[in-house]
């Protein structure tokens, strides 16, 4: 199960092995099914992140990794876009 731990300056969100996949799988999917979407600029935007998401995580399944997300936070509330990462399941 995806762990989260937050610190004052940043929240890390660790997804496991098995999440990562399935994320991926997910992406893939979604990248597919939003040509599906009728307005053009929506459409390529949801393709163009859930692309991007599917690769990061194909690619962190490649090196034995798994994906992680943070963010920069000044205080209890993160902010921004998330950062990703690769981890090795623990």
Known sequence: MARYEFGWWSKNLYFT???TEDIADAASAATVISAAIPDVGVSKA????AGLVAILARRAKRK???LGLTWV???PVPFGTPLPFFHDDE
């Open 17 to 19: 092995k098995k999440e």
């Open 46 to 49: 949801v393709a163009l992140m």
């Open 73 to 75: 936070s000044f205080g």
């Open 64 to 66: 034995g990794k798994a």
